[in-house]
């Protein structure tokens, strides 16, 4: 199952850039540039967080879609159509002069960012790999590190171009340029399609089917896991920048204090690749909720020293744990025979994450403060946390979960 050489390193590599790229220039950069967007295109914040619900509603709802291209037309056609998606989602967003195109432009990097992002990713490299964990910990780590980078650029070209226009065109570009190098090196997509193949084919009779895991109550856990580990992501980078600022943060301290928590999540991500070789995903699933449920309740009350330390520290390993974790104990509980629909399964559900942004801009401008919302999303998590420790391994029935086989005759 697993690639020789070169081939499957120089595929992981690409791999990850792409999700560098994403990282820096999706999620995590829209939160640094709304506030420049707001005032220039006279949007309220409710607007502004629907775009961003939008994002992730986008992201979510296509998120079944790379698992059929996969297995239609391939990896390497399934980035390039992502790849075009990004590209005209960040022209979207650099030329628009209306509310209307804003939310058009961040639909189409929510499409763009499905199907380059983790559901083939974490599929294809999963089945590369024998030490899976530590593979999927390079990744996601590269993610993390673009979480970093994309803040601190945009800054730095805000500053320089004085404006934030350029930042998205620049974004355009380097989406095509690294969306082209990661269709490229896969396009000897042979051997990829191959292995996913045998790895779909396995007889493990161990390994769970579709139908069967989506009856079990710990998949719902897990997907519930990983959709409140995304409601912190969208919602937090949605308006963690403004927040700050409103309470005594400069544009300059704001920005460097979220791109130390991305850096802490980079290191954490990296962490969790090498520490999920040997300590149960459930624990590390446990770890990343409470570290977000202390995210979120660290920004909601207060910005002193110790609960931006918290803030940042939390922040950082939360994020940093929970694609590994979540990503793992997916494959630990329900093996890979159907992996791929299932994790892709699992983006579709977390979907629900985006409504956060829509509702915190709408209590934004009720209320006047941020701070209700991450407190109900500090306590989302928690009670999430609780219901991953009182969970349980699924019982393998072995083969009562074999679909039924065409019985093969001979005439004698």
Request: proline fraction near 3%; include cysteine; charged fraction near 10%.
């Amino acid at each position: 199952m697993n690639f020789h050489g070169r081939t499957r390193i120089v595929v992981l590599a690409a791999l990850s850039l792409l999700y560098f790229l994403l990282m820096a220039s999706t999620f995590n950069s829209l939160g640094q540039v709304l506030p420049s967007m707001v005032p220039d295109l006279g949007m309220d914040w409710a607007q502004a967080g629907f775009g961003f619900t939008l994002l992730g509603i986008a992201c979510g709802v296509a998120s079944l879609l790379p698992a059929v291209t996969i297995r239609r037309i391939g990896v390497s056609l399934t980035l390039g159509i992502g790849a075009l998606l990004l590209a005209a989602g960040f022209v979207a967003l650099a030329e628009t002069h209306s509310v209307l195109v804003y939310h058009v432009g961040a639909t189409l990097l929510g499409l763009g960012f499905c199907f380059c992002g983790t559901v083939p990713s974490v599929h294809v490299i999963s089945g590369m790999f024998e030490r899976r964990s530590t593979a999927l910990g390079i990744y996601f780590t590269c993610g993390s590190l673009g979480a970093v980078f994309g803040p601190v650029f945009f800054y730095v070209v805000s500053e320089l171009a004085h404006g934030w226009r350029s930042y998205w065109l620049i974004c355009a570009a380097a989406s095509l340029a690294v969306g082209g190098l990661a269709m490229l090196v896969t396009r000897g997509g042979g051997l990829i399609r191959k292995h996913v193949a045998d790895a779909d084919a396995a007889p493990d009779l161990s390994q769970w089917t579709l139908r069967h895991a989506l009856a079990t109550p710990q998949f719902w856990l897990i997907v519930g896991a990983y959709t409140g580990c995304l409601l912190v992501n969208t919602t937090v980078h949605s308006f963690a920048f403004q927040h700050l600022m409103e309470h005594g943060q400069t544009k300059g301290s704001a920005t460097a204090l979220i791109s130390i928590a991305a850096l802490v999540g980079a290191v954490a991500a990296a962490a969790a690749g090498v520490i999920g070789e040997k300590v149960d995903a459930r624990r590390l699933t446990m770890l990343s909720l409470g570290a977000l449920a202390v995210t979120s309740a660290s920004l909601a009350v207060g910005t002193g020293a110790v609960a931006l330390g918290l803030f940042a520290l939390s922040m950082g390993v939360g994020l940093g744990f929970s694609y590994v974790s979540t990503a793992m104990l997916m494959q630990d509980y329900f093996g890979r025979r159907a992996s791929l629909e299932l994790y892709s399964a699992m983006t579709w559900i977390s979907t629900s994450a985006a409504i956060g942004p829509g509702i915190g801009g709408m209590v934004r401008d009720r209320t006047g403060s941020f701070s209700g919302v991450f407190m109900a999303i500090a306590a989302i998590d928690v009670a999430l946390l609780l219901g991953v420790l009182l969970m349980r391994r699924p019982v393998q029935l072995g083969a009562a979960f074999e679909e039924p086989r065409p019985v093969e005759r001979t005439l004698t």
